[in-house]
Structures are given as structure tokens and as C-alpha cells.
Nanobody
């Protein structure tokens, strides 16, 4: 199982970013996917989840209405569209998946929100 995030970077408050997570090594279309984030000294925080078909999504209260999780099962990729970014959204963002009874993480992608 391999998860590779991309799309992070520096953005001004109020701006947008789209994160991608390319998955391989398992049948992507059969598994739910998640995005988490973590800042130094804090525990990893669940941001958004999506079911295997993409039919159901759920979000942390802190990002509801601003972030959208989606997936393309033909491309084995899950996305996180982040709009109206705030300084408190700055973190390393990870995608994750529970596969074969083990939780897998990508290496993370840094999101910095600053003027």
C-alpha cells in the first residue's frame, strides 16, 4: 500500500488549495479514504472522510462549508479542495486508509497559510 500526497504550498488567508493523494497497492475503489492534518505538538486531527463510492462524506466542524473531499476511482486518487483558508488551517496534511486491518498514511504535504 502506498499513498502519496501532493498539492500543498503557501497560500494567503482566504485562498484555495487542492490536495491530491494517489493510492496504489490495493483495490482503491473498495475502501473509504480520509484526510487528516497535524501541527507540531498536537495530535493528528481528522479533517474529512469519504466512502468507497464517494456517496457519503463527513467533515470536521472546523472545515465544514470550506473543504470538500472527493475521489476519482478511475485514477485511484482522493482529493481535498480547501477554500477560504485560514491561518489555523496550516498543517501537514495526510491521507489515510484502513486496508487489510492496518491503517496506512502518506508522507504528508505541508500547507502554510500566511500573508
Amino acid at each position: 500500500v502506498q499513498l502519496v500526497e501532493s498539492g500543498g504550498g503557501l497560500v494567503q488567508p482566504g485562498g484555495s488549495l487542492r490536495l491530491s493523494c494517489a493510492a496504489s497497492g490495493f483495490t482503491f475503489s473498495r475502501y473509504g479514504m480520509s484526510w487528516y492534518r497535524q501541527t507540531p505538538g498536537k495530535e493528528r486531527e481528522l479533517v474529512a472522510v469519504i466512502t468507497s463510492t464517494g456517496g457519503v462524506t463527513n467533515y470536521a466542524d472546523s472545515v465544514k462549508g470550506r473543504f470538500t473531499i472527493s475521489r476519482d476511482n478511475a485514477k485511484n486518487t482522493v482529493y481535498l479542495q480547501m477554500n477560504s483558508l485560514k491561518p489555523e488551517d496550516a498543517a501537514v496534511y495526510y491521507c489515510g486508509a484502513l486496508v487489510f486491518s492496518r491503517y496506512y498514511w502518506g508522507q504528508g504535504t505541508q500547507v502554510t497559510v500566511s500573508s
